[in-house]
């Protein structure tokens, strides 16, 4: 937990300390790998779940290693699709993905691959998701 210390004998002492403070960050019990200048998020690996609900992507963004088992899951009441925006090397039409339904793509090589519900948003609005694949 982080705290601010005010005083008024030692103000730049005390900015110095709450700055100090920030810079450390919090120590919490995440487990994962932080992300770095070089990743979208926490790098996970084993199985990830990304859940379909009502107009989004639940991560928006996941960030896993090479062989990583990602379960795409439409816990939504309404139906999805998962289309593919340029090199992206998995896609789910409607009729695979209704309510309930799950889709499994084994992470195989390393990039950045964006999609998108073309029925709740477009490849650069509404809902969409980014799987960026790192080496192990």
Known sequence: MKRL??????????????LGIAAC???????GTSATGDTLA?????????SAEDNNFVPQTIT???GTEVTFINDGRNQHNIIKVE???FQVETSSFEP????????????TYRYY??????????????VQVVAK
């Open 5 to 18: 210390i005010k005083t008024a004998a030692f103000p730049v002492a005390a900015t110095a300390l709450a």
């Open 25 to 31: 960050g919090s120590s919490g019990s995440g487990g």
């Open 42 to 50: 926490v790098v996970q690996s084993g199985k990830v779940t990304v």
């Open 64 to 66: 896993v290693t090479e």
């Open 87 to 89: 090199k992206t090397p």
């Open 100 to 111: 309930g339904e799950s889709f499994v793509w084994t992470a195989t090589g390393p990039g």
């Open 117 to 130: 519900c073309s029925i709740h948003g477009t490849a650069t609005a509404g809902m969409s998701g980014t």
